[in-house]
């Protein structure tokens, strides 16, 4: 009904400046018929039997038209009404200008044809054809009175009887004319509401779709993006518009690499926390060159293989753990015994001392893969980040041997954050305890620093867990949250990988930071509170 109703509006705003353009016709016309007759140019026919009700009529003719005008402005609620009475008046001013001037034989009959085809055209009813009567009416009764008082010699009759169904001929066209063209701008006008609204649902459905969507121009100017693209490109603002370089250097380069060999990079981050991006491009117009950007997140990808990943160890972990428990507790028993005999001497004892130490890490792996392959599904919680590490704090002091330094600086103090509790004391605790023998290792003081804040970028909490150690290589970086890597002679290799899946699990999201002056920076990314 809206659209039906803006249609009607938007015809009716047409109407009328078509009634103002018949306005101005009248006034044209009415001026040129009042000077020449004035000015008396070349002895014109114009007024030639009744100089005084020619004058008197095209004076009437002239102000009427200027004053229509004007009035059309003013009530445009009445436009039929409008319409009507201008070109009755118009009708009938131009009888009398006719007969003042010598009847059928001046023309000035034909001028009737425009008023009773305007007539139909904007009134667009079958009763405006009664002006063509009129008019015709009119041609007719002049003839016919010039023939009966003997003014001419001439029989007008017939002339203004063809000059009469000109009138009903144009007027009819007109009529059909008018019809016709209403028809059609009604049809096209509701096929463009039609396409307007099909836009309006597309946009929408793109603005909403968790893929990313980016537009750009032959300039590499952006166009359009929409809300996954915006945030997987951490919100920046003020983008509309912009050069492509100026929101992602590695999207540019990937725009001229595509021009170049038609390859896409697979992906890139827009920061050294940011989520793995996939980049798909698609020109979708060659003469204008707008390129179309699919942005996708490979995070829900990546968490789907690790999942694959973990039910296959988890059914390995099932079916062997038994088989290798049962013999690792047996010699890890032998050796306890052998390590107690009196007839051992100081070389077989190392030997069985290495025995033990291999048992308990083997033991180690398989209790850190069950537990993995068995982890229940998490529950968020809301978690006062900086009560919760404090309290996890002391408990780190107390089970530790050495002197421990751990500084806590989160802001604001307040900070909440989404996390099943039990995971995040897990997750937070292997990366500390790792962060403290680093830190001995390296300094000989085993101290951390736990830093967090909100991005003012993405708005999302975070947490840095940082320590004095050597850091990590650069080679290594890539391959430390895999399964079974490590770089420690004494370690299982899937203390990251489990801290990482238990993130992952709650929405978070695990990175590491390399930190210019030395030592190791691990960031918990948390989800936002929208996002839980």
Request: glycine share 6%.
């Amino acid at each position: 009904m809206a659209i039906i109703k803006n249609l009607k509006s938007e015809h009716q705003y047409t109407s009328i400046r078509a009634l103002q353009v018949y306005a101005l016709y009248r006034i044209v016309v009415s001026s040129f018929l009042l000077t020449f007759f004035l000015l008396k140019a070349g002895d014109i026919f114009l007024g030639q039997k009744n100089p005084v009700l020619y004058y008197w009529s095209a004076l009437l003719y002239f102000v009427s038209s200027v004053g229509f005008y004007f009035i059309n402005r003013i009530y445009q609620q009445a436009f039929r009404f409008l319409v009507e009475i201008q070109v009755f008046v118009e009708i009938t001013l131009l009888t009398l200008l006719m007969h003042s001037s010598g009847g059928v034989a001046t023309g000035l009959g034909m001028l009737m044809a425009v008023s009773a085809t305007t007539a139909c055209l904007l009134v667009e009813r079958g009763s405006s054809l009664a002006f063509a009567a009129i008019a015709a009416t009119a041609v007719l009764t002049e003839a016919f009175y010039l023939s009966i008082t003997g003014q001419t010699k001439s029989d007008y009759i017939t002339q203004a009887g063809l000059l009469g169904a000109t009138y009903f001929a144009t007027s009819l066209f007109a009529l059909l004319t008018a019809r016709r063209l209403k028809q059609s701008e009604l049809e096209a006008e509701l096929t463009s509401a039609d396409l307007a609204n099909m836009e309006r649902l597309n946009e929408t459905i793109i603005q909403f779709m968790k893929t990313g969507v980016i537009v750009i121009d032959k300039q590499r100017r952006i166009q359009f993006i929409n809300t996954a693209a915006w945030e997987l490109l951490e919100m920046p603002s003020n983008i509309q518009g912009k050069p492509l370089s100026g929101l992602s250097e590695e999207l540019d380069n990937a725009i001229e690499n595509w021009d170049n060999s038609k390859q896409s990079i697979n992906n890139f981050r827009q920061s050294q926390t940011g989520p793995k991006i996939n980049i798909k491009i698609s020109r979708i117009d060659e003469r204008n060159q707008f390129t179309l950007l699919f942005l996708e997140d490979t995070t829900p990808m990546t968490q789907q293989a690790q999942n694959l990943k973990l039910a296959s160890l988890g059914r390995l972990t099932a079916s062997i753990a038994h088989e290798i428990r049962n013999p690792l507790g047996a010699l890890s028993h032998a050796a306890q015994l052998l390590e107690e005999s009196t007839d051992i001497n100081e070389a077989d004892k190392k030997l069985v001392e290495m025995i033990q130490k291999n048992s308990v890490r083997v033991n180690a792996i398989i209790e850190n893969v069950m537990q993995l392959s068995q982890r229940q599904k998490s529950e968020a919680q809301d978690v006062r980040l900086k009560s919760f590490l404090s309290t996890l704090s002391d408990e780190l002091k107390r089970s530790q041997s050495d002197n421990v330094e751990i500084i806590i600086d989160i802001t604001p103090n307040e900070l909440i954050i989404q996390f099943d509790i039990s995971q995040l004391q897990q997750v937070i605790t292997n990366l500390a305890e790792n962060g403290l023998r680093y830190s001995k290792e390296n300094t000989g003081a085993s101290r951390i620093t736990f830093f967090g804040g909100v991005n003012s970028k993405t708005q999302q909490a975070f947490l840095d867990i940082i320590d004095d150690g050597p850091g990590i290589h650069s080679d290594m970086v890539q391959n430390i949250f895999e399964p079974f890597f490590t770089t420690s002679p004494t370690g299982t290799g899937l203390g990251l990988y489990i801290s990482k899946e238990l993130c992952e699990a709650n929405r978070a999201q695990l990175d590491y930071i390399p930190v210019p002056n030395g030592g190791a920076c691990f960031r918990i990314t948390f989800a936002r509170e929208d996002e839980s």
